[in-house]
């Protein structure tokens, strides 16, 4: 079944309004890495998080990795209309040899 | 630039044909994966190769193959293809180790009727 669950699955929000999305494992991670997929494209890498707790940051953009490393978050303050996509977490299983991907976010953003 | 490329953007292929998805890279990568991706489902990994000859089923590996002669160079083989299949096939590649950045190919987008 599906290991790694993105909330929610879809978010419109206006432009200049803050977003975040949220990523949960059934399975410890050794890593969890996001990724952004334009309408249209492929998904394209944004960020590795390794340590438990690290928190991250690029620009407008917050990452953060839980204590347990199951769970994650990505936090988009003040979006902008290049912020559309859909977002996706992303990790190795502390155990075996497998890679998951999450169910991902679609963001919609109004201008 | 890095670049991966995929041998077709869209494909339509008959119920029981078989079909071959080729994917090649010019990182000079030692690991190549196939995922495919469906809505709600996200992306879902079907094989991976670490070496060239060697390969590894990934979650959802029934009815696919792969084959990897070249380090470049990773296919993807639906045996004889079925409907459930439709969906969209993307190739990524990563250097070592396995679990880091992935770079992804545009994606071959495969409808079986």
Same mark, same amino acid.
């Given at each position: 079944?599906?290991?790694?669950? /993105?909330?929610?699955? @879809?978010?419109?929000?206006? !432009?200049?309004?803050?977003?975040?999305?949220?990523?949960?494992?059934?399975?410890?991670?050794?890593?969890i890495?996001?990724?952004?997929?334009r309408?249209?494209?492929h998904?394209?890498?944004?960020?590795?998080?390794?340590?438990?707790?690290?928190?991250?940051?690029?620009?407008?953009?917050?990452?953060?990795?839980? !204590?347990?490393?199951?769970?994650?978050?990505?936090?988009?303050?003040?979006t902008?209309?290049?912020?559309?996509g859909? @977002?996706f977490?992303?990790?190795?299983?502390?155990?075996?040899? /497998?890679?998951?991907?999450?169910?991902?976010t679609?963001l919609?953003?109004?201008? | 630039d *890095?670049? *991966?490329?995929?041998s077709?953007?869209?494909? *339509?292929?008959?119920?029981?044909?078989?079909?071959?998805? =080729?994917c090649v890279q010019?990182?000079?990568?030692?690991n190549?994966?196939?995922?495919?991706?469906?809505?709600?489902l996200?992306?879902?990994?079907?094989?991976?190769s670490?070496?060239?000859?060697?390969?590894?089923?990934?979650d959802?590996?029934?009815?696919?193959?792969? &084959?990897r002669e070249?380090k =470049?160079?990773?296919s993807?083989?639906?045996?004889s +293809? &079925?409907?459930?299949?439709? &969906?969209?096939?993307?190739? +990524?590649? &990563?250097l *070592?180790p +396995?679990?880091g =950045?992935?770079?992804?190919?545009?994606?071959?987008r495969?409808?079986?009727?």
């Open positions: 079944g599906q290991q790694v669950m /993105q909330i929610p699955q @879809y978010q419109h929000v206006q !432009e200049g309004e803050d977003f975040t999305t949220y990523c949960n494992s059934s399975t410890t991670l050794s890593n890495q996001w990724y952004k997929q309408p249209g494209g998904p394209v890498f944004l960020i590795q998080l390794v340590k438990s707790g690290e928190v991250k940051k690029q620009k407008r953009l917050t990452f953060q990795f839980g !204590e347990a490393k199951k769970n994650s978050s990505l936090h988009i303050t003040a902008q209309t290049t912020d559309v859909t @977002y977490c992303a990790g190795p299983p502390n155990t075996g040899n /497998q890679f998951y991907f999450g169910t991902g679609s919609t953003v109004i201008p | *890095v670049k *991966v490329t995929q077709s953007r869209y494909l *339509v292929k008959r119920t029981g044909e078989k079909v071959f998805l =080729e010019d990182m000079d990568h030692e190549m994966f196939w995922y495919r991706q469906d809505p709600g996200g992306l879902r990994l079907i094989y991976f670490y070496d060239v000859k060697m390969k590894e089923k990934g959802i590996p029934e009815g696919y193959s792969v &084959s070249k =470049e160079r990773f993807l083989i639906l045996e +293809a &079925s409907t459930n299949q439709t &969906s969209m096939y993307l190739c +990524a590649s &990563s *070592v +396995a679990w =950045e992935q770079y992804f190919g545009p994606g071959t495969l409808t079986v009727t």
